[in-house]
């Protein structure tokens, strides 16, 4: 039978199409929820800050939002990730978030990461990978260090491309306008 992640817990009686075809709803929300943390992305970027949306959801209901704002709020924990998980805690009343699947643009930092797992969000899906400082296995793997207490399920490249081209267009401006000042 189909035992994964999001089907464990279907009864035994349920036959291999049903399984296929939650999968592949489940695969239209990430779709969906991405294309939301996208939007949020590009407000960061009007606003001059690096890219980067994210979103808290607790069975198919948004209950937090961030994005990138270390740059105007003063605050180098401002990242998009830890602004959206903020919100849902705060909206949760409760610091933990079990049961809930943060939406990303960018593979997560150390930092990041950490503040997910302490959260014990139960899934990560991230958009593009990040080489520079992703802490799910482009630099460094946290979600999979087997001595630490919790694990988050990981997803990584939902709408990759299109999270990709607005880290890089956005960086590619950013490049020519230091060249031309």
Same mark, same amino acid.
């Given at each position: 039978?189909?035992?994964?992640?999001?089907?464990?817990?279907?009864?035994?009686?349920?036959?291999?199409?049903?399984?296929?075809?939650?999968?592949?709803?489940?695969?239209?929300?990430?779709?969906?929820?991405?294309?939301?943390?996208?939007?949020?992305?590009?407000?960061?970027?009007?606003?001059?800050?690096?890219?980067?949306?994210?979103?808290?959801?607790?069975?198919?209901?948004?209950?937090?939002?961030?994005?990138?704002?270390?740059? @105007? /709020?003063? #605050? &180098?924990?401002?990242? =998009?990730?830890?602004?959206?998980?903020?919100?849902? *805690?705060?909206?949760?009343? %409760?610091?933990?978030?079990?049961?809930?699947?943060?939406?990303?643009?960018?593979?997560?930092?150390?930092?990041?990461?950490?503040?997910?797992?302490?959260?014990?969000?139960?899934?990560?899906?991230? @958009? /593009?990978? #990040? &080489?520079?400082?992703? =802490?799910?296995?482009?630099?460094?793997?946290?979600? *999979?260090?087997?001595?630490? %207490?919790?694990?988050?399920?990981?997803?990584?490249?939902?709408?990759?491309?299109?999270?990709?081209?607005?880290?890089?267009?956005?960086?590619?401006?950013?490049?020519?306008?230091?060249?031309?000042?």
């Amino acid at each position: 039978m189909c035992k994964d992640f999001y089907t464990d817990n279907l009864p035994e009686s349920r036959d291999i199409t049903r399984c296929h075809n939650m999968k592949m709803n489940l695969f239209h929300d990430d779709e969906q929820f991405m294309a939301r943390a996208l939007d949020l992305a590009r407000q960061a970027a009007t606003l001059g800050e690096v890219p980067v949306g994210a979103l808290v959801v607790r069975e198919g209901v948004v209950i937090g939002e961030g994005f990138n704002r270390p740059i @105007g /709020a003063h #605050d &180098p924990t401002a990242h =998009a990730e830890i602004m959206a998980l903020r919100a849902a *805690a705060a909206i949760e009343a %409760n610091y933990r978030l079990p049961g809930c699947t943060l939406y990303v643009t960018l593979e997560p930092c150390a930092m990041c990461a950490g503040a997910i797992l302490h959260s014990r969000v139960a899934r990560v899906v991230y @958009g /593009a990978r #990040d &080489p520079k400082t992703g =802490a799910n296995g482009s630099v460094i793997d946290l979600f *999979a260090e087997p001595r630490l %207490n919790h694990h988050a399920q990981i997803e990584g490249g939902v709408l990759a491309d299109d999270c990709g081209r607005l880290l890089s267009s956005f960086f590619s401006a950013r490049r020519q306008r230091t060249a031309i000042a």
